[in-house]
């Protein structure tokens, strides 16, 4: 039997001292990851989609899918699947403190940063406004999918995380024209989970917090040592259906403006604080 990670930089470490290596001890089973730094929802799902098709994962096997930024984009003018791409091409006027919460400080507005993409502005706008509102739902949709692909697949375990809120700042990029997020934070996905699928609500980047890589040991897929070893804990402990521990997460849970509890639920309104990889 086989772990599948399928993801983005909060599994692509796998060496001593990692979630995945951790989950792999525990389990006692092979490890095979496939999570890339930096990629989005669509680079994890195409390398599933032909797993699966292809029959690489098999009956009783594990397979663990961390659902990135579906703004990561596979633009066919760049190699790298960053988010902030969205901002070249924006209506948004240039704002130091949108620019630097929004885009991990990248400076997308600052064209001699940029030039090898801005010269594709009306394209990515294009884009954005092509994709629309509908698009805050891109990763809900990823989950009731593979929520769906696990009642087909019943000898298979299957594990979904979201890395950031389900709109991670899109209501924030106009082009996207984003009204309201009403419809999607009042979506109950307590119910979805079933004898072979668990979708965990509380995003990745919550359990995480601000500082889980600010010790000496190393900081692989976001997190310390001891993070990565409770992650992995965790992980091992939903694959058996054990009751898990949530005493670890952070305190730090800001995300896109919100803080969130351990339960993922959502609270006051806090000053904005973005994390990108």
């Known amino acids: 039997m086989t ?140 989950i009731l999918l593979l929520k769906f692909i696990a009642d087909q697949y019943k000898k298979t375990r299957f594990i979904v995380f979201t890395c950031f809120t389900l709109n991670n700042c899109l209501q924030h990029y106009t082009n996207f024209r984003v009204k309201s997020l009403k419809m999607l934070t009042k979506m109950n996905l307590d119910l979805i989970s079933g004898d072979n699928f668990d979708y965990i609500k509380t995003p990745v980047i919550s359990m995480a917090g601000m500082n889980a890589n600010d010790d000496n040991s190393g900081g692989k897929n976001h997190m310390n040592v001891k993070y990565n070893m409770k992650f992995g804990q965790m ?3 939903i694959i058996n259906f054990n009751e898990y521990d949530t005493s670890w997460f952070a305190d730090d849970y800001y995300v896109d403006g919100v803080e969130v509890d351990r339960i993922g639920e959502r609270q006051d309104k806090r000053e904005t604080f973005f994390l990108y990889e």
């Open 3 to 142: 772990i599948h990670v399928y993801g983005d930089s909060f599994g692509a470490d796998t060496g001593k001292g990692t979630w995945p290596w951790k989950l792999s001890e525990l389990q006692k089973e092979k490890l095979i990851c496939n999570a890339v730094g930096g990629t989005g929802p669509n680079h994890a799902l195409e390398k599933f989609f032909d797993h699966l098709e292809n029959k690489i994962i098999k009956d009783y096997d594990k397979v663990i899918i961390l659902l990135s930024d579906q703004k990561r984009l596979d633009f066919p003018f760049t190699k790298e699947f960053y988010s902030g791409i969205f901002r070249i091409g924006s209506d948004d006027p240039i704002d130091e403190t949108i620019n630097r919460t929004l885009d991990d400080q990248r400076d997308w507005n600052i064209k001699s940063m940029n030039e090898d993409m801005y010269e594709y502005g009306k394209e990515i706008q294009f884009m954005a406004k092509s994709l629309g509102p509908m698009f805050v739902y891109e990763n809900l949709k990823n």
């Open 235 to 237: 992980v091992y402990d």
